[in-house]
């Protein structure tokens, strides 16, 4: 007889909740990376417009 091979659904079940699970890790931090992101560019500018006025 030939063995079967392939996944059974337990095991793809698995592996869709692990990837849930980092998602559900993964996206807040990506937000967090966003914020700090747009929070440097604006001091960058902040500081760009400070050096030409003392300039």
Known sequence: M???R???L???VMVI???AILAIV???KYFDLQSDA???AEKGV???VRA???T
Request: net charge positive; no cysteine.
């Open 26 to 28: 993964a996206i807040p």
């Open 6 to 8: 392939g996944f059974t």
């Open 52 to 54: 030409g006025v003392y």
């Open 17 to 19: 909740v692990i990837l």
């Open 2 to 4: 030939f063995k079967r």
């Open 46 to 48: 902040v500081g760009g």
């Open 10 to 12: 337990i095991e793809l």
């Open 38 to 40: 747009r929070s440097a």
